[in-house]
């Protein structure tokens, strides 16, 4: 098992290309069940959950052939998806345990296949998750769908004998946190090829959403309000192959944001989906980074430099995390990681994954004072971090230690880095790059001693 090595204490400074959004590249990929065409992808990241996605495919009857990208800074690689065999429609709960996001697969393969037998996924570290929304939004256009040996298995409606087309509806996809981003995803893709109309009400409005709209508009479907909270679809009775290049990853520009405010360094993002992360600027300006943005680019693609709070310090905040346009879960804890330094208290309320606070005790381990309450931590910013052994089990948890390491005193290691591949493409180099001294481990005992302690 791999873990970081991080000396802290060192100012990053230098250039990165932001790499293609792995949250918005998964339902993309998905998305190629959809159609008998093939189906290219641009700028896709060489990441975990990716690969993952591209065994389900296989397995789901893909042809799937991807070409990492060339040099280490270009935003990522190209995959070719061509469906070959129709006939197989069951994901695994061997696949589905280790990636959540198989469930998207879930709206293209019925709607295309008439059928879709999927593993329920579990909890994972962040919380319940629950996938009734999905459900609910798939039973509105006519889905029969029941639930058996963990499994959820959907059908289109009967037509003469034979699996037939969904049905056009209106459906309010809201739940008690707001909308669903991956429902929204699987609503949208089953739509596409229903029968009539769809209206979804409270659809998520993330950019990746967006993409996957545009994706589906250049397929031929048709598509209205994507990135608004209400989504109309006119579904069509076929879609077309795409070549489709995928947006920058709004994580993880955001999360080198964080770095260069909490190192007090001067980070210039290529390719940076600035557009998409109002939110997190308007904190972090707040906070004291200083940005400068090209306003002569596509604002989803341009270039940003972020330096740090400089000899004023990082100034105390609050954020409160909300689907977007709001400030995003998904950064809440590298935010929080820059807090613990600021000059003062600051309050963060996370609504979206009330639970996810794992990164909470470790940074208390690195001298942080934090103090939780339910959904809400107020951070007294500290002098220094001091560095040591840390784990968590979570990507954007890990992130924010490896963060935290970079900006303290002495030594971090951060355990368990499997679950920062999971969304972040190589980002000890990526680190190193830009100043940072940290190193890869590839360390066995660690292997033993969590399994001595039945972590896993
Ligand atoms: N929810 C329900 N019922 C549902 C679905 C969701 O109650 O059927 C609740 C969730 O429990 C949560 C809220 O609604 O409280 C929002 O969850 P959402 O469905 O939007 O999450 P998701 O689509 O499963 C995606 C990202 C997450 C990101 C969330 C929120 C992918 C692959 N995952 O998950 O990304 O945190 O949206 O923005 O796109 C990550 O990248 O680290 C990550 C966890």
Redesign the pocket.
Known sequence: MDRFDIRGGTRLAGRLTVKGS??AA?PLLAAALLTDGPVVLRDVPDLADIRGMFKLLTELGCKVDYTPAESADAAGGVVRIQVTDPTISHARYEIVRTM??SICTLGPMLAKRGSARISLPGGCA?????????LRGLSALGADITLDSGDITARTPKANGKAGRLRGARIFLG?????????TANVMCAAVLAEGTTVIECA?C?P?IVDLADMLTKMGANIAGAGSPRVTIQGVARLNGVDHRVIPDR?EAGTYMCAALMTNGDITLDNCPADALMAHIDRLQHAGAKFTVDEQMDPMRTLCRVQGAGTRGIQPIEVTTQPHPGF???LQAQLLASLTLADGNSVITER??TERFLHVAELTRMGASIFRQGPTVIVSGVRRLVGAPVMAS???ASACLVLAGLAAEGTTIVNRVYHLDR?YERMEDRLRSLGAQIERVNDKEEVGVAAAQGVG
């Not at 962040?126 to 999905?134: A, Q």
């Not at 739940?175 to 429902?183: C, I, N, Y």
């Open positions: 792995k949250n998964l959540r996001a962040i919380g319940e998750r629950p996938v009734d929304l999905h739940g008690p946190f707001g909308s669903t981003v991956l429902g998520a993330e990746e994580i995003p879960t998904d979206i994954f979570d990507l954007r969304g």
